[in-house]
């Protein structure tokens, strides 16, 4: 005498799966539909604002409250003496007055390179920072 598998109580994670009848497939599903609105630029000013150009170079990684400073992962160059506009909740601009790598001061970074410096504001981590 043959037993199938639910008689003989067998856990349906073990079962053997049955073949799906050849009439049925699976539809294909159907990709959304791409927007035709033409995307937003970033550095279009808005209201009476003067229009500028920007350059992201980089992001703030972290932040010591205690001492202020934001420690910087850069994507380009940065010189001390050069203006940099953090993108945070209440946006500030400030002068690179001295930038630290490991403790030492510095006076150029490159990309990938991560840099501290004292800001005035306090700032988040994942703010975007931008070259004036």
Same mark, same amino acid.
């Given at each position: 005498?043959?037993?199938?598998?639910?008689?003989?109580?067998?856990?349906?994670?073990?079962?053997?799966?049955?073949?799906?009848?050849?009439?049925?497939?699976?539809?294909?599903?159907?990709?959304?539909?791409?927007?035709?609105?033409?995307?937003?630029?970033?550095?279009?000013?808005?209201?009476?604002?003067?229009?500028?150009?920007?350059?992201?170079?980089?992001?703030?990684?972290?932040?010591?409250?205690?001492?202020?400073?934001?420690?910087?992962?850069?994507?380009?160059?940065?010189?001390?003496?050069?203006?940099?506009?953090?993108?945070?909740?209440?946006?500030?601009?400030? +002068?690179?007055?001295?930038?630290?790598?490991?403790? +030492?001061?510095?006076?150029?970074?490159?990309?990938?390179?991560?840099?501290?410096?004292?800001?005035?504001?306090?700032?988040?981590?994942?703010?975007?920072?931008?070259?004036?």
């Amino acid at each position: 005498m043959e037993y199938n598998q639910r008689q003989l109580k067998v856990p349906s994670f073990l079962r053997k799966k049955r073949k799906a009848a050849s009439g049925t497939k699976k539809k294909p599903r159907k990709k959304a539909a791409k927007s035709t609105r033409p995307a937003a630029s970033s550095n279009t000013p808005s209201g009476p604002e003067k229009a500028t150009s920007t350059l992201p170079i980089g992001k703030v990684t972290h932040y010591l409250e205690n001492i202020q400073v934001a420690i910087l992962k850069l994507n380009h160059e940065l010189e001390v003496g050069q203006t940099v506009e953090f993108q945070s909740e209440e946006p500030f601009e400030q +002068e690179i007055e001295s930038m630290q790598v490991n403790r +030492e001061e510095i006076t150029k970074a490159g990309p990938g390179q991560f840099i501290g410096i004292k800001v005035v504001n306090r700032v988040q981590p994942g703010t975007i920072v931008l070259l004036k």
